[in-house]
RNA sequence: GGGCUUGUAGCUCAGUUGGUUAGAGCACUGUGCUGAUAACGCAGGGGUCACAGGUUCGAAUCCUGUCAAGCCCA
């Protein structure tokens, strides 16, 4: 009926049968077509790129974002799922770069950008086989043959049809950008790159003198690294709150005064005397005007005076910072707030443009000490040095890099940055923190989208503008159709990159220039972002779609996409349609190795994910990524943290599984389904898995993929230790009883239920369990435990009380065992009786009416309360801290000392007896009532005793000859049971028994012989010599000696 | 420099609105049990709850500061 299992389970090749199954009837199709028509189910897939290998951080996101969709199926939904891919950007340049070996832009403008480009595209898709390979093993159900790829002509489109609608809202401005950029390379640098390229740098130290315009003997005393800055200062910021001084000093024979920081002082003035004549905060110097120390530069607009800045500090300098707006992006800032002038000093290849005379055509890093000596030369230098400080080099050439401003495309995100906030309080959050703190904070901090790149291999950006710098008209293409009517042909069949698209020209409306594309491509975040629309190729095609599939329940990312992906979505969207684009998101905490440091190639600490799926398999691989730590949170990953999942909790339901299939294919039980339970224990475990099923579906439904999973484990455990364990005798019954039937039944509906509960987690084994528990007795049921319905809680089998009294005995069984351990009795040998005392009258009824269950349990024949009107017992009080202390605040301490010095028997029997306790604290009498004090019951003696809190258990040790006898029955018992194993016997195998035994072991053995042969499946027991065919075992104990022989029946 | 997160046993993690004796699993040791089990039960060792202050009758928990780690930004 049912196919037989092996006890041993191998995941690995178990799951590569799930697999072909999968594939063979189609079932992932079949997920999505079945629910044709139910209510959708939206999930966003964030596009990988596929030009680099998968690794483990991959398998994390992939697990947890086929978990919803496969859960959401179960409970009806339809869920499409269209995978995706990111195909543009630096890193396929990057790629290509090292292919042809270039390290500048001038090589790829000389090898043709039309050339590069193929290059670039063909290599997108480079390990697109081992995505593939890989999703398919980990069982992440996406649709690949359907997905979206950012490249194409449709995807552009859409990309650039935002745009334009920004365009038209005036949302996409020209503006300065400070970047990192290399001078010799001729290109900015990623955040990326410029992280590669961090080293330690000798630069200048300098101190130069600003003199006040109204009080020419005052200079403000301003510190830079960067001489070459300084023709282009328009300002001096320092800290509205920092104390700064006015100090007087000698100069080459006179006094001149310096304004600097308060407590930079003594570090830039060390011994030197020098005399304070004025304090005050750094407001008081707002406005103040200096004279200019160059210029060779004209400004249009007000400068050379002291502004304010929260970012000014006082570590390093004299606390007043140099403003040089185009060479820093804190100046920039400052620049725009306050409407200073921008003086570009310094040409795109690093050298001083020609209105700097003196030194025009240097390099600004050669003209440094030139600058410095024109400046000690007007008296303007106070002091130089050098400083040693890391500083960014460009990783390919080593050129230091400048901080530098470009001209540059924005998105004026800032504009709806309320909206942005707004609507992110819409969004929930996993792990919530994410929506107020990294993500909230962004928001709040917004600044306009740097939006253009000076890159090639990339969506362009759709402005024309006119070639005419005095006209410099500028429009902006949403669609390939505006494009053709501009240039009065039809462009359908244009490839939208460069440089096929920089190509297209046409008249200025304004002055009859020539209209050329700006070279910008645009940010790759804006076309991941843009994927709600443009993977629909929305709103040329597919709008009834893009409704259906707007917005996202739910994406899942890693932390680090705050401000990548999950920002352009939600920047986009709110910009575009003023609404979310995902209403739900887990945000996933990276992946570490097995010590705790992040898996890097220098440290050589990186798991491949095949390593671990060909050992331990793809579920187990998940499960340890769902349960391990809460989903926002690093985690820790190796294979064999992987393993002890195998260990702890697959082999635990494979062997209940294995357990039920082995019994049940032996006794073809009838019927499967529960109906009313009457036995205890079936109705406890019912009980447990339907809490257990409504634990799991609200954790679900919640996105709080740890409480959805770790209960799991928790009742398989139980389900494997107790419900089976003080079961298994009614399933070994010889008869066909009701009770072994609703036996039958509970188990079998227990393991169903948690295979459909692991079914989004742990795909395989959920189906391989599936495909045996019920496909293989009823054809009619859904092919596959992913097209099956998500268990329905039956509210009627939960009875909580229940659950409590499982417990209590549960453990009151374990003190029994303890103090069994205490007394030095093994289990084995029967004892007289166990007395325990439990703290309520709920818990006495409950112990009173699994007698049955403690006393097989503990192997003793009776079971009873411990009662202080006919045991020899004493009683210790504790006062219960948390109630007398939310009651009595800072009166408890002496209550308790009170309570305490009080005699306890006559505090017990009061309390006990249901009366008040009266006690006396000084002059005041408090009425201590029952639940506020604990009353402990202990035996004096003639007991083994184990006690925990109110608990107690206590065992009577002597042993009658008759307990003994039991006893060596019970050992005889094991030892025919090894030999039954040893020889290799099927469970339901009959034997004969050849016994040689010493007279006290004869005697037992007679004694029980009924029970013996029960337990042993023995058909007939001689005490004779074992014929030669059997297989024997001698052995010794209790000082009895045994000789036995077994023969199968 | 700023923001967010984390810090509890050798390891992986729990720890409810503050309650006096801080738990579980793994690992280790001892012992017991077992015809589903690769298991399981009981016991033991192992903790200045990162550190320092503060609030409180009482702090792993609340507040302030410090340190360390991670991520993002500058």
């Not at 793809?618 to 999942?645: H, I, K, M």
């Amino acid at each position: 009926m049912f196919k037989s299992v092996n006890a041993k389970l191998d995941a690995p090749s178990m799951e590569d049968n799930v697999l072909k199954m999968w594939k063979k009837q189609d079932i992932f199709k079949k997920t999505i077509e079945q629910r044709m028509g139910k209510p959708e189910y939206v999930f966003y897939e964030g596009p990988p790129t596929a030009n680099g290998r998968p690794g483990v951080h991959h398998v994390l996101a992939r697990a947890f974002k086929d978990m919803f969709p496969r859960y959401k199926t179960m409970r009806g939904y339809h869920v499409s799922r269209r995978g995706g891919w990111d195909t543009h950007g630096l890193p396929v340049e990057i790629e290509v770069e090292k292919q042809l070996g270039f390290n500048s832009k001038h090589q790829i403008e000389e090898y043709g950008v039309d050339k590069f480009n193929e290059l670039c595209k063909n290599s997108v898709f480079t390990y697109i086989q081992e995505w593939e390979k890989l999703t398919d093993r980990i069982g992440y159900w996406v649709d690949l043959d359907e997905a979206y790829v950012t490249y194409t002509n449709e995807y552009i489109e859409s990309v650039w049809w935002i745009l334009k609608n920004f365009w038209e809202k005036d949302l996409l401005f020209k503006g300065y950008k400070i970047v990192p950029y290399c001078p010799r390379c001729g290109t900015p640098l990623s955040d990326h790159e410029v992280a590669l390229g961090y080293d330690d740098a000798v630069d200048p130290s300098v101190f130069v003198r600003m003199p006040l315009v109204d009080k020419p003997d005052t200079s403000l005393l301003v510190w830079t690294t960067t001489p070459w800055t300084l023709p282009a200062n328009v300002a001096v910021a320092a800290h509205p709150e920092v104390e700064y001084v006015t100090i007087e000093r000698d100069h080459n024979g006179t006094k001149e005064k310096l304004i600097l920081a308060k407590n930079l002082v003594e570090k830039i003035f060390k011994d030197e005397e020098v005399k304070v004549v004025d304090t005050y905060k750094g407001k008081k110097l707002k406005g103040v005007k200096y004279k200019p120390l160059f210029t060779f530069m004209t400004v249009d607009k007000p400068a050379y005076y002291v502004l304010l800045a929260d970012y000014v500090t006082t570590e390093d300098g004299s606390g007043l910072v140099h403003q040089a707006p185009a060479f820093g992006a804190e100046d920039m800032e400052m620049a725009k707030q306050y409407d200073l002038p921008i003086l570009l000093t310094v040409q795109p290849d690093g050298t001083f443009i020609p209105e700097i005379t003196p030194w025009r055509g240097i390099f600004v890093k050669d003209a440094d000490p030139l600058i410095i000596k024109d400046l000690d030369a007007r008296g303007l230098l106070f002091r130089a040095g050098t400083i040693t400080h890391t500083y960014p080099f460009c990783w390919r050439c080593k050129t230091p890099l400048l901080y530098y401003a470009r001209e540059s495309w924005y998105i004026r995100t800032s504009a709806k940055k309320d909206r942005l906030v707004e609507l992110n309080n819409t969004i929930n959050w996993v792990p919530e923190h994410i929506k107020a703190g990294r993500f909230g904070n962004w928001l709040e901090n917004n600044i306009d989208w740097s939006l253009s790149r000076e890159r090639y291999w990339g969506t362009p950006l759709p402005v024309w503008e006119c070639e005419n710098s005095d006209c410099k008209h500028r429009e902006c293409m949403g669609s390939v159709a505006e494009l053709s009517e501009k240039v009065g042909r039809d462009l359908t069949e244009l490839d939208l990159h460069r440089p096929h698209v920089d190509n297209v020209h046409w008249k200025c409306v304004d002055c009859g220039g020539k209209m050329t594309r700006v070279k910008d491509l645009i940010d790759v975040w804006f076309d991941s972002g843009s994927m709600p629309y443009a993977q629909w190729h929305y709103p040329f095609e597919n709008q009834d779609k893009f409704k259906q599939q707007f917005p996202a329940d739910y994406i899942c990312e890693a932390v680090d996409q705050t401000r990548g992906w999950f920002y352009s979505l939600h920047a986009i969207s709110t910009l575009l349609n003023d609404d979310v684009s995902f209403k739900n998101v887990i945000c996933l905490g990276h992946i570490q190795d097995g010590e705790g440091r992040k898996m890097s190639k220098s440290l050589g600490n990186i798991v491949q994910p095949w390593d671990v799926l060909n050992v331990h398999g793809a579920d187990a691989l998940r499960w340890y990524l769902y349960t391990a730590t809460p989903p926002g949170q690093e985690r820790r990953f190796s294979s064999d943290l992987v393993g002890d999942v195998i260990r702890s909790f697959t082999l635990t339901l494979w062997n209940v599984y294995s357990f039920f299939i082995t019994y049940a294919n032996l006794d073809k039980p009838q019927a499967l389904t529960v109906t009313a339970p009457t036995n205890d224990l079936d109705r406890w475990l019912l009980s447990e898995l339907n809490v257990l099923v409504r634990d799991v579906t609200n954790a679900y439904e919640n996105y709080d993929v740890t409480n959805a999973t770790r209960p799991v484990e928790k009742f398989v455990e139980t389900l494997s230790t107790w419900y089976v364990r003080r079961s298994r005798r009614r399933f070994w019954k010889n008869d066909s009883s009701a009770d072994k039937q609703a036996a039958y039944s509970t188990l079998y509906t227990a393991l169903v239920t948690v295979a459909k509960l692991i079914a989004p987690a742990m795909p395989f084994l959920a189906e391989e369990l599936y495909q045996n528990l019920v496909r293989s007795v009823d054809e009619t049921a859904p092919e596959s435990v992913h097209l099956a319905e998500w268990p329905q809680v039956m509210e009627e089998f939960i009875d909580e009380s229940l659950n409590r009294d499982m417990n209590l005995v549960m453990k009151l069984v374990s003190l029994g065992h303890s103090a069994r351990q205490k007394a030095n009795r093994k289990v084995r040998q029967p004892l007289a009786s166990a007395s325990f005392s439990v703290g309520t009258t709920t818990e006495r009824k409950a112990l009173m009416n699994n007698v049955d269950t403690i006393a097989d349990e503990l192997n003793v024949k009776q079971v009873r309360l411990l009662d202080s009107a006919t045991e020899a017992v004493s009683h210790t009080v504790k006062p219960f801290s948390k109630q007398l202390g939310q009651k009595y605040g800072n009166k408890f301490p002496a209550i308790q000392k009170a309570i305490l010095s009080m005699n306890a028997e006559v505090v017990a029997s009061t309390l006990m007896a249901g009366q008040p306790l009266e006690v006396t604290v000084g002059d005041e009498t408090f009425q201590i009532i029952s639940e506020e004090v604990e009353v402990k019951t202990q035996a004096k003696s003639g007991f083994a005793v184990a006690e925990d809190g109110a608990y107690v258990a206590a065992l009577v040790t002597d042993l009658t000859p008759e307990l003994i006898a039991e006893g060596m029955a019970r050992e005889f018992v094991r030892r025919v049971q090894d030999l039954r194993k040893a020889t290799d016997l099927d469970v339901a195998d009959r034997v004969e028994l050849f016994v040689e035994a010493t007279a006290g072991l004869r005697s037992a053995i007679e004694a029980h012989e009924v029970y013996i042969k029960a337990e042993t499946l023995t058909t007939k027991l001689s005490f004779a010599n074992p014929p030669a065919n059997a297989s024997v075992v001698e052995d010794e104990f209790e000082g009895e000696k045994v000789k036995v022989g077994l023969l199968k029946a």
